[in-house]
């Protein structure tokens, strides 16, 4: 993959050190998301793949480095000024992230009843039609708590989307997923990529999907990332890369075997 | 030598803790002076702090008015002033008993209850769901909680003594014969606004921000583990039964006895 | 939130309910009700007003007509007590009040005696007349000095005190 021009990255990581009780989790990081691309980060547990994208979201804030998303440097905002930012971005959390307390409803319109003036029937309209995009038509009433692993999954994207983000930050989106629900999910993924452009940035260690769906991959290692398209980094000159690839490929042939 | 570190590291930790308690306290008074104004979600910690309370409360209150009904009547009657019961069971209930009590079970029902909440909500990520949604968890989720238990409480607290006056009021006039309107007279003239009921609310209101602040702020900065939800519902009620003791003290004392 | 019309429903009745007996200590227990009825303020002072506080009934031949509002020490060092009775209370100007006691350890109230004069006191007037209220102390002292003896010894003093009880009963009610 070329070097891309400053202004085609979304977001943008410099030499980035975050360290949590003495443990260095990032030293001199570095990488970039270009718009409108799907990128999957992977990397073995521990790796900082999760702290990548919450210090991108501005919530985990690094000792060093700058995070800039769309242009702006966000490591240093205070809260408040934050909160413009964050509008930008939707987040997919691992578990969803769903409050609990509210019905599915609920929780998509929640985004839109707190920064628009939609009318309450322009909300139900966009809710439902969100939903159904991503295949849950008609799931409103229902609580998160009744909801299975790959449903509540979809719901949480539908809340992460809901406010037209730019960019859609996903955190282990497959993780604990039946491999039709990850297909499903996959597939909504590269949906929103081509009909909405949205810049996609995931994290993952599932690697067929991944090779599949990814225009960038970022591999995180020993708190730096190598960057490069699918093809680049499966034969990558460093062994621990192409390693990584080949170990979770055949695991993932014997699993599927199975 | 490891013990007095420990003590220094202890008393530096509380210190450290009150400041960003007071941090915490300003944030929540800020929010709440600004809209939205969250009248809903008010409304329905209202119901979780105040309505569910209510049977425990009312409960409780009517059988500590029995017991000091039977221990008053037990005494006066030795020197024949059992005509005062009304002034000894209200004065108790009325000055430290009802206030003291109410807040007592209010943090061990709804205060405890409250910590765990926010401290699930830590834990699965909900709270950072909202943030990445730019809506301030503090503002969505701690204020109503906080406003609902300063708000609830002296409304307990009223119920409490009512419910203990009709409890005196049982055992006194209908088991033991006192004469009931010198039961209420006595209980009426010696309880006065200024002294007394006004000191009563003062209270209460001081119990149910304590309370209030004390179950969110142990919530929302619990550790994301499970551990952490079970620290926070404990240190509520440990930290929140001593500082009610410990204020009910100093407000008596300032107030002024007479 | 789920717009849930019944638990807003429960959520009022609590807060009303909460409301009402907030209100019940303040108004009926607490009294404050009361100062703003209005009701004809007199004032009348004592040597000595015993345990007599703010908010003892005021009463006229055992009904009880109003409260004590303020009691507070005037120049003079005596005690200015303020009532507040029923407006419509028709006393002549030369109604005598006096602090007497519920029984022997009961609350100190007020008793107003109306007298017979054509004048009827207005809102805001003396009471002249007045009676303070009894000490015991005081009274077993009288007695002792009246019935011849001495006060020698302290000793007897306090006998006759233990003693006499009903006595004093009997020269309160007189």
């Not at chain 1, 919450?54 to 000792?63: E, K």
């Not at chain 2, 009325?94 to 109410?102: A, D, M």
């Amino acid at each position: 993959m070329n070097a891309l021009a400053d202004g085609e990255a979304r977001v943008r990581l410099e030499d980035v050190y975050l360290s949590v009780r003495e443990r260095a989790i990032f030293h001199g990081l570095s990488c970039r998301f270009p718009r409108g691309k799907i990128s999957v980060i992977l990397g073995g547990s521990g790796a900082g793949k999760s702290t990548l994208l919450r210090m991108i979201g501005g919530l985990a804030r690094p000792q060093r480095g700058v995070v800039a998303v769309a242009g702006v440097e966000v490591s240093r905002l205070p809260e408040r000024e934050l909160y413009e930012v964050r509008h930008r971005i939707g987040m997919l959390f691992q578990h969803g992230a769903l409050l609990d307390s509210m019905s599915v409803f609920d929780n998509v319109a929640l985004p839109l009843r707190e920064h628009t003036d939609l009318t309450a029937k322009d909300i139900a309209s966009e809710v439902e039609r969100r939903l159904a995009a991503v295949g849950l038509a008609g799931t409103g009433a229902m609580f998160p708590r009744e909801l299975s692993g790959g449903m509540l999954r979809r719901a949480a994207l539908a809340r992460a989307i809901v406010a037209d983000p730019e960019i859609v930050l996903c955190d282990e989106p497959f993780s604990g997923l039946d491999p039709i629900n990850v297909r499903r999910i996959e597939k909504l993924f590269t949906t929103l990529n081509r009909q909405l452009g949205l810049t996609l940035l995931i994290t993952s260690h599932h690697i067929p999907s991944s090779l599949r769906m990814a225009d960038q991959i970022v591999f995180l290692i020993d708190g730096t990332a190598i960057s490069g398209s699918p093809k680049d980094l499966r034969h990558h000159a460093d062994e621990r890369v192409a390693g990584f690839f080949a170990a979770e490929l055949d695991a993932d042939a014997a699993g599927d075997d199975a | 030598m490891n013990a007095i570190q420990d003590l220094g590291l202890r008393t530096v930790n509380l210190v450290v803790h009150l400041g960003r308690l007071t941090a915490f306290v300003v944030q929540i008074a800020q929010n709440a002076v600004r809209p939205p104004w969250r009248v809903q979600r008010f409304v329905d910690e209202i119901y979780d702090v105040g309505v569910l309370s209510l049977a425990i409360v009312c409960l409780s209150g009517a059988t500590v008015g029995a017991v000091l009904g039977l221990q008053g009547y037990v005494t006066l009657s030795r020197f024949g002033a059992e005509t005062s019961l009304g002034a000894v069971v209200g004065l108790s209930l009325v000055r430290e008993l009802g206030p003291v009590l109410t807040a007592l079970l209010v943090t061990g029902r709804a205060g405890s209850a409250m910590a765990a909440e926010i401290a699930s909500m830590v834990v699965t990520e909900q709270l950072d769901g909202l943030r990445m949604m730019s809506v301030d968890p503090v503002d969505f989720v701690v204020k109503p909680k906080a406003l609902a238990m300063l708000t609830a409480m002296p409304m307990l607290n009223a119920l409490f003594i009512v419910f203990a006056l009709f409890g005196g009021y049982l055992v006194g006039v209908t088991l033991l014969g006192v004469d009931g309107g010198s039961y209420i007279s006595s209980m009426e003239n010696a309880i006065d606004f200024e002294n007394d009921v006004a000191g009563t609310l003062l209270k209460s209101v001081i119990f149910g921000a304590l309370v209030g602040m004390i179950a969110t702020y142990r919530g929302y900065t619990s550790a994301p583990t499970s551990a952490g939800v079970s620290a926070a519902t404990t240190g509520t009620v440990v930290t929140g039964s001593v500082s009610i003791l410990l204020f009910d003290y100093v407000i008596t004392a300032l107030w002024g006895v007479s | 939130m789920q717009p849930s019309p019944v638990r807003d429903l429960i959520v009022g009745l609590f807060v009303a309910l909460g409301l009402a007996a907030i209100a019940y200590l303040s108004i009926q227990v607490g009294g404050v009700g009361y100062a703003g009825r209005g009701g004809l303020k007199l004032v009348a002072e004592f040597d000595q007003i015993g345990g007599l506080k703010p908010r003892a009934p005021v009463s006229v031949a055992g009904v009880t007509v109003g409260q004590v509002r303020k009691i507070e020490l005037d120049d003079q060092l005596r005690a200015r007590v303020t009532l507040e009775v029923d407006k419509s209370l028709a006393l002549p100007t030369d109604s005598s009040a006096a602090i007497h006691t519920e029984g022997l350890l009961g609350d100190q109230y007020v008793a107003l005696e109306p007298g017979g004069a054509d004048d009827l006191l207005k809102d805001g007037d003396e009471i002249e007349f007045t009676e303070s209220a009894l000490s015991v102390e005081r009274l077993i002292g009288k007695f002792v000095h009246n019935s011849g003896i001495e006060p020698d010894a302290e000793k007897t003093g306090k006998t006759a005190k233990a003693g006499k009880s009903p006595a004093d009963e009997q020269a309160e009610e007189e």
